[in-house]
């Protein structure tokens, strides 16, 4: 007799006897290759696994479709950012298994694709749109402009002077261009500008090298020469904290500005690297309405839910509170997300909890998580409650 393994819904028995049954059913049915996947993973976890206690003994979910991308797949595109060295192990399994879309965690960012005016490295972008295409999932891609990521030869001339602003916008052209155009059909949404807001500046835009060399049009510019390459592919303005107002009511400005200029916009990427403790649901709320308002696709590109205050690491809650606390946040943010029409894709910043950006740094505990399977890959309450909040 194994550990009691029913707290994460699913016992050894139910598990290992769907698991033969799903086996039987495959070879005569035919039955899709994710649920089979998904059945030997569940029934893998069960087996000499230590308990996994959560507060709150979860339903069985034996009879339910144990994967995130077949129960929420005809509604919400379901991602996780991954890096290419991933792909061959554990996390790229889980990706196949639970997610129907996928993005570069940092393989796609300028400096990382592009690393000289005459050298593109895509290597690891092409194979993780390799890995998607080959499992049938969606890639997002992330990012064609991005103030942390710009290479430094941007900026130089030939003669080592610093570039004029027409040599630069000719510069954006060509990256988008070859990149925009080299997973043309493949990528079907691109984050083309991220993190541009500021709401301290008076005009709203962050003043940063492509303010300073360019000027506001640089924006602009970006999602014409994305839209001109691949005139198909879904073009997102990204960035964070979109639920305070006043980042909020800058968002909204800039891409009024924009829309009435006729640029390509089609929608609002909101990162959504928030905590267990805040924001308000209604403030993510007011946001995804502000947007919607205007006509525009709304998706979450970056979603993680630290288990601290904002540089607040001496929490009051005990770890098993705190991932409860977790669960029950994840449930009421898929809930509010499912009610958004517009809403049409959510994408994690990460797989499980062993690879988030969160806990690189000498800053943080490194303890962080975030995610929605452990550091072992195991299923979270975290997990349980999105994958529920799908049939409340
Ligand atoms: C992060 C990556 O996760 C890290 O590996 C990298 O060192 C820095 O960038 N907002 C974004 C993402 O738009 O591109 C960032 O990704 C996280 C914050």
Redesign the pocket.
């Given at each position: 007799m194994g550990p009691d393994l029913s707290v994460l819904g699913f016992s050894v028995k139910h598990s290992c006897s769907a698991m033969s049954g799903i086996t039987s059913m495959k070879k005569s049915s035919g039955m899709t290759s994710r649920l089979h996947r998904v059945a030997v993973f569940f029934c893998a976890l069960c087996i000499g696994q230590t308990s996994y206690a959560v507060d709150k003994p979860q339903p069985s979910q034996a009879a339910a479709p144990v994967s995130l991308a077949d129960a929420f797949g005809g509604r919400l595109k379901i991602g996780a950012?991954i890096?290419a060295s991933q792909l061959s192990g554990a996390h790229g399994v889980l990706l196949a298994q639970q997610f129907n879309s996928v993005v570069a965690?940092?393989a796609m960012?300028p400096a990382d694709i592009h690393p000289g005016e005459n050298t593109y490295n895509f290597g690891p972008a092409d194979a993780i749109v390799d890995f998607a295409q080959h499992h049938h999932m969606a890639v997002r891609g992330?990012?064609l402009l991005?103030h942390?990521?710009t290479p430094d030869w941007f900026w130089i001339d030939k003669d080592g002077q610093p570039a004029s602003r027409e040599l630069v916008l000719e510069r954006l052209r060509q990256h988008i261009n070859t990149v925009v155009g080299r997973y043309k059909g493949k990528v079907y949404a691109w984050?083309v500008v991220?993190?541009v807001i500021d709401a301290s500046q008076p005009n709203c835009l962050r003043n940063d090298k492509w303010m300073q060399v360019v000027g506001p049009g640089y924006i602009a510019a970006a999602f014409r020469d994305a839209h001109a390459a691949d005139p198909s592919a879904r073009l997102f303005i990204?960035d964070?904290s979109t639920h305070e107002p006043a980042k909020r009511d800058c968002l909204v400005r800039v891409v009024k500005g924009l829309l009435d200029d006729g640029v390509p916009v089609q929608g609002v990427g909101h990162?959504m690297?928030i905590s267990i403790y805040w924001p308000s649901i209604a403030s993510i709320d007011q946001s995804l309405k502000a947007f919607a308002q205007l006509g525009l696709e709304n998706q979450i590109?970056?979603l993680d839910l630290s288990l601290y205050q904002h540089k607040d690491y001496w929490p009051a809650l005990s770890l098993q509170q705190r991932l409860a606390l977790q669960g029950q946040r994840y449930g009421a943010l898929m809930r509010l997300f499912l009610a958004h029409r517009e809403l049409t894709a959510v994408t994690w910043?990460?797989v499980a909890d062993d690879h988030?950006?969160l806990n690189?740094g000498n800053d943080v505990p490194g303890d962080d998580q975030p995610l929605l399977f452990d550091r072992s890959q195991r299923p979270k309450p975290a997990y349980w409650e999105t994958l529920h909040s799908r049939s409340q």
């Open positions: 950012a890096e965690e940092n960012k992330h990012t991005w942390k990521r984050d991220n993190e990204n964070y990162q690297h590109t970056e910043w990460g988030t950006w690189v």
